[in-house]
């Protein structure tokens, strides 16, 4: 399959991810910020299945363990999850890492002005050849927008620190991080939707049959 028809593929699937995660799973955001969040679970599992029910392609599910990533609550490591099929990665919330120079899809939902922040792509399909040119382009970006976030925010009142932050940072630390963040070695472990919980595959076969309900009513 050409990088084109699989990009023709994800395109036409996204607003109905979105549209499925605002209904089955969290409606407090509006569908084009579902993706902007922490979601890489949930994502990958419908969009996964979903692409296989409906085009006949196996994604491969896998998550990474990025040490280099600013650690969460508690110090937990960073898990991220992707799709991969031949020499791409599809990553459907990449989005959620720009929280770490403050643009957060709650703080989004409160001043909408700062959603001009985002890529307009919501879904990244990655040349795995090429993984660190895109994780310096997100790096870039994510530098050059920290400050106009920093103001905006400052001026809306929002006083919610980005939890893991990279702040202040320079370039080349930015570059670093994502670059193990989208390093596909670090994809190592099969994450397949079969092997997880029966309550996370419920979810994610909710979400897959709405995605085809609603794709029944286009």
């Keep these: 399959m050409s990088r084109n028809e699989l990009g023709g593929i994800i395109a036409s699937s996204t607003a109905l991810l979105e549209q499925a ?3 089955e799973e969290d409606d ?3 569908p084009e910020l579902q993706l902007r969040g922490s979601v890489c679970g949930l994502a990958t599992g419908a969009l996964g299945t ?3 029910h409906m085009h006949g392609l ?3 599910r896998r998550m990474a363990i990025p040490e280099k990533a600013p650690r969460g609550i508690n110090s937990r490591l960073l898990r991220h999850a992707a799709l991969f099929i031949d020499d791409e990665m599809i990553d459907p919330s990449y989005s959620q890492f720009f929280e ?6 709650t703080e989004v939902m409160e001043n909408p002005r700062l959603a001009r922040f985002y890529p307009v792509t919501k879904v990244a399909i990655i040349d795995t050849a090429r993984s660190a040119d895109f994780a310096d382009l997100i790096a870039e970006h994510a ?10 925010r400052e001026a809306s009142h929002v006083d919610l620190p980005p939890l893991n932050s990279l702040a202040g940072t320079d370039l080349r630390e930015k570059e670093q991080v994502y670059r193990d963040i989208w390093n596909p070695a670090n994809y190592d472990i099969p994450f397949p ?7 996370f595959q419920r979810r994610v076969a909710k979400i897959t049959r709405r995605m085809m309900q609603l794709e ?3």
């Design 193 to 199: 939707v079969s092997d997880q919980p029966p309550a």
């Design 58 to 60: 196996e994604l491969d």
């Design 100 to 105: 770490y120079v403050g643009l957060n899809r």
């Design 50 to 52: 979903y692409v296989r």
């Design 21 to 23: 995660l605002h209904s």
């Design 216 to 218: 029944e009513q286009r």
């Design 143 to 152: 530098h050059t927008i920290e400050s106009k976030v920093s103001r905006m």
């Design 28 to 30: 407090r955001f509006s």
